[in-house]
C-alpha cells in the first residue's frame, strides 16, 4: 500500500531571505538632503543660503576694496609730508643763503680792517689793508703806503673799528662781484687826549679772488644835510 506524503514546514523551519533591497534606506530627497543650518535659519527668520556661496572676503566687494586703497595712499602722504617738512625744518640754510654769509662776513672783516690802525705797528696794520683789497683799492694803498706811514706817525694815533651792521645790496656769482653797506662805529685815541667816537655808512666793492673776497672799492655814504643835523657829526 502506498503511503501518501504531504510537504508540511514546520513552524521552526529555516527563514526565507528577505526580498532584494528590502533593508535599504529609501534614496534622500533634496529636501532631507538640505543642512539643518538652512532649518535652523529658517527658525531663525533668516534666509538660508544661497547654493554654492562661501564666505566673501573684502576683496570681493569693490566699493570697500577702493576705500581700503584710499586710506592707505591717504597714510602714506601724510607719512611722506610729515617727513618732507621735517626735513625742511630741519635742513639748515641753503648753499645760496651761505654764499651770502660767507660774502658778508668777508666784507664786514674787510671793513673793520681798513678802519684799524695802530701808530705803533704802521707797518703791520698796513700789510693787513693790503691783504684785505683787490683792484683799485689794492693799488691805491700801494702807492700810498709811505704817507700813510708818515701821517700816522705823526699824528700818534690808534685806531679801533667794530662793526654795527652790514648786509649784502647785491651778489653776482658768476662775475665774482658783491656789493654791500656797512655801519661802523670808529674810536680814534689821541697819544694825549680824550678818545673821538664816531659813527659812519661804508659802502663797498667786494670782488672774488682766488685768497677770497676781498675789498676792491671803499668809500663813504653821502648822508643828507637833514640827517646830518640830526644824528650829529659823521665822519669818513
Same mark, same amino acid.
Given at each position: 500500500?502506498?503511503?501518501?506524503?504531504?510537504?508540511?514546514?514546520?513552524?521552526?523551519?529555516?527563514?526565507?531571505?528577505?526580498?532584494?533591497?528590502?533593508?535599504? #534606506?529609501?534614496?534622500?530627497?533634496?529636501?532631507?538632503? !538640505?543642512? %539643518?543650518?538652512?532649518?535652523? #535659519?529658517?527658525?531663525?527668520?533668516?534666509?538660508?543660503?544661497?547654493?554654492?556661496?562661501?564666505?566673501?572676503? @573684502? /576683496?570681493?566687494?569693490? $566699493?570697500?576694496? %577702493?576705500?581700503?586703497?584710499?586710506?592707505? $595712499?591717504?597714510?602714506?602722504?601724510?607719512?611722506? %609730508?610729515?617727513?618732507?617738512?621735517?626735513? %625742511?625744518?630741519?635742513?639748515?640754510?641753503?648753499?645760496?643763503?651761505?654764499?651770502?654769509?660767507?660774502?658778508?662776513?668777508?666784507?664786514?672783516?674787510?671793513?673793520?680792517?681798513?678802519?684799524?690802525?695802530?701808530?705803533?705797528?704802521?707797518?703791520?696794520?698796513?700789510?693787513? @689793508?693790503?691783504?684785505?683789497?683787490?683792484?683799485?683799492?689794492?693799488?691805491?694803498? $700801494?702807492?700810498?703806503?709811505?704817507?700813510?706811514? !708818515?701821517?700816522?706817525?705823526?699824528?700818534?694815533?690808534?685806531?679801533?673799528?667794530?662793526?654795527?651792521?652790514?648786509?649784502?645790496?647785491?651778489?653776482?656769482?658768476?662775475?665774482?662781484? #658783491? +656789493?654791500?653797506?656797512?655801519?661802523?662805529?670808529?674810536?680814534?685815541?689821541?697819544?694825549?687826549?680824550?678818545?673821538?667816537?664816531?659813527?659812519? !655808512?661804508?659802502?663797498?666793492? $667786494?670782488?672774488?679772488?682766488? #685768497?677770497?673776497?676781498? /675789498?676792491?672799492?671803499?668809500?663813504?655814504?653821502?648822508?643828507?644835510?637833514?640827517? +646830518?643835523?640830526?644824528?650829529?657829526?659823521?665822519?669818513?
Amino acid at each position: 500500500m502506498t503511503k501518501a506524503t504531504t510537504d508540511e514546514t514546520p513552524s521552526g523551519g529555516t527563514d526565507q531571505a528577505p526580498p532584494p533591497g528590502a533593508d535599504e #534606506a529609501p534614496p534622500a530627497t533634496d529636501e532631507a538632503a !538640505r543642512p %539643518a543650518t538652512d532649518e535652523a #535659519a529658517a527658525a531663525a527668520g533668516a534666509p538660508p543660503a544661497a547654493a554654492g556661496a562661501g564666505p566673501r572676503g @573684502w /576683496l570681493s566687494d569693490p $566699493l570697500f576694496a %577702493a576705500a581700503v586703497v584710499l586710506v592707505v $595712499l591717504a597714510a602714506v602722504f601724510a607719512g611722506w %609730508a610729515g617727513w618732507s617738512w621735517y626735513g %625742511a625744518a630741519h635742513s639748515g640754510p641753503s648753499a645760496a643763503a651761505q654764499l651770502r654769509d660767507r660774502v658778508l662776513q668777508a666784507g664786514e672783516q674787510a671793513v673793520q680792517n681798513f678802519n684799524t690802525l695802530d701808530y705803533r705797528k704802521v707797518a703791520q696794520g698796513l700789510a693787513l @689793508w693790503e691783504q684785505s683789497s683787490t683792484g683799485p683799492l689794492h693799488a691805491e694803498i $700801494l702807492a700810498g703806503r709811505a704817507t700813510f706811514e !708818515r701821517e700816522i706817525q705823526q699824528t700818534k694815533t690808534v685806531t679801533t673799528a667794530r662793526i654795527l651792521d652790514g648786509a649784502l645790496t647785491s651778489l653776482n656769482t658768476r662775475a665774482g662781484t #658783491a +656789493s654791500l653797506i656797512v655801519a661802523v662805529q670808529t674810536t680814534v685815541t689821541p697819544a694825549t687826549g680824550t678818545p673821538q667816537v664816531k659813527q659812519s !655808512r661804508l659802502a663797498g666793492t $667786494l670782488t672774488r679772488t682766488p #685768497a677770497g673776497w676781498k /675789498l676792491s672799492k671803499l668809500g663813504q655814504v653821502p648822508v643828507s644835510p637833514a640827517a +646830518s643835523s640830526g644824528t650829529g657829526s659823521t665822519g669818513g
